[in-house]
T-cell receptor, first 112, second 110 residues
C-alpha cells in the first residue's frame, strides 16, 4: 500500500512569492495534518483537517492556509514568503482526527 | 519553557549498546505518547505509540511513560548502525495536534 505522498519534493522560491504544497493521504484516511520542521528542530503543528473541516490550527500567521478536498487530499498555501519559511513541510494522515498519524517524506522549501 | 524538552545530543554509541532516549513535558493533560524515527532528509516514521502510563515493548524497542514524573523514555537494545537517525518524542492530549520534542540525533558506530 502506498504511504502518504507529497509533491513537490523540493522547491526554491524568492521572498514575497506564494507557494502551494500538495499531500495525498494513505488510502482510507480521512484526516490530514500539516507540520513545519525547521532544521535541527522538531516538527511544529500548522493545521489539521478532518472530513474537509479544519479541526485545529497552530500558532502560524494568516499567510498560511490550507484546505482538504473531497478525495481527502490536501493543499497547504503560504503567501508572501519570508526567509524564515525555509523548512521541511510535512504532511501526516490518520483514519480520524484523533488516530495515530503517519508522515509523508515532506517537501523541502528554500526561500531566497 | 517549551512544552516538551528533549536532549538534542548528538549521542554516539558502539554497536550492541543499550540506548536510552528521554523527554520531559510540562502539560499534565497529555495522554498519548509516541516515538518517531527520522532518517536524514526523510519524514518521521512511527516507532512506538503508548496511551497513558506504563511500558510497551516491540522487538528491540521499549517505551516507558511515567505520568507522575512527566517523563517518557525509549530504550533500544542491541543497537545497530541502521538505528542511526534522529529520534523524536511526540505527545498529545486527545489526538490531533502533536507536540514534538527537538529530537535526539543518534549515531551507532560499527
Amino acid at each position: 500500500d502506498a504511504g502518504v505522498t507529497q509533491s513537490p519534493t523540493h522547491l526554491i522560491k524568492t521572498r514575497g512569492q506564494q507557494v502551494t504544497l500538495r499531500c495525498s493521504p494513505i488510502s482510507g484516511h480521512k484526516s490530514v495534518s500539516w507540520y513545519q520542521q525547521v532544521l535541527g528542530q522538531g516538527p511544529q503543528f500548522i493545521f489539521q483537517y478532518y472530513e474537509k473541516e479544519e479541526r485545529g490550527r497552530g500558532n502560524f500567521p494568516d499567510r498560511f492556509s490550507a484546505r482538504q478536498f473531497p478525495n481527502y487530499s490536501s493543499e497547504l498555501n503560504v503567501n508572501a514568503l519570508l526567509l524564515g519559511d525555509s523548512a521541511l513541510y510535512l504532511c501526516a494522515s490518520s483514519w480520524t482526527w484523533e488516530e495515530t498519524q503517519y508522515f509523508g517524506p515532506g517537501t523541502r522549501l528554500l526561500v531566497l | 519553557q517549551k512544552e516538551v524538552e528533549q536532549d538534542p545530543g548528538p549521542l554516539s554509541v558502539p554497536e550492541g549498546a543499550i540506548v536510552s532516549l528521554n523527554c520531559t513535558y510540562s502539560n499534565s493533560a497529555f495522554q498519548y505518547f509516541m516515538w518517531y524515527r527520522q532518517y536524514s532528509r526523510k519524514g518521521p516514521e512511527l516507532l512506538m505509540y503508548t496511551y497513558s502510563s506504563g511500558n510497551k515493548e516491540d522487538g528491540r524497542f521499549t517505551a516507558q511513560v511515567d505520568k507522575s514524573s512527566k517523563y517518557i523514555s525509549l530504550f533500544i537494545r542491541d543497537s545497530q548502525p541502521s538505528d542511526s537517525a534522529t529520534y523524536l518524542c511526540a505527545m498529545s492530549n486527545q489526538g490531533g495536534k502533536l507536540i514534538f520534542g527537538q529530537g535526539t540525533e543518534l549515531s551507532v558506530k560499527p
